[in-house]
């Protein structure tokens, strides 16, 4: 069982892409997109704002399954908000693949890759957040 509402978190080298559940867990939507240098600061004051009982952070994992830099750069963010909300509960998911479903599907309903750049982000952390409910039999 899930605690709502979740934070999703897609951490890239110069973005970093939010999503979240909705306070009973029944819609993932887009947050928001912040700049890495501020993101620290920025997602605290949502998780703030919007209470989050679990953050779920996508692993950029390497085609052999192992961990590379930037996934030891989205860890090194993560203990650093968990440090600051000690009290809520996280876990990561693999994200290979998340901006390339994410682009395919923004490009479904129109949005083409140059006008992708704003959104990006947050529609690979709905992606991420899917699946960690999907893992969890909370997305039919």
Do not use: W
């Amino acid at each position: 069982m899930v605690n709502h509402p979740v934070l999703a978190i897609d951490h890239g080298d110069a973005r970093i892409g939010l999503a979240c559940t909705d306070a009973i867990g029944i819609a993932v939507h887009p947050l928001a997109t912040v700049p890495k240098k501020s993101g620290l600061e920025e997602v605290s004051e949502y998780i703030r704002q919007k209470q989050f009982q679990h953050i779920v952070v996508g692993l950029p994992l390497l085609k052999d399954g192992s961990e590379g830099d930037s996934a030891e750069k989205a860890r090194a963010f993560t203990e650093a908000l968990t440090a600051a909300f000690p009290a809520i509960s996280c876990s990561y998911i693999d994200e290979s693949f998340t901006t390339v479903d994410a682009a395919a599907k923004l490009h479904q309903v129109g949005i083409n890759a140059k006008k992708q750049k704003g959104i990006i982000d947050q529609a690979a952390a709905m992606e991420i957040l899917n699946r960690y409910l999907e893992e969890n039999g909370e997305l039919y």
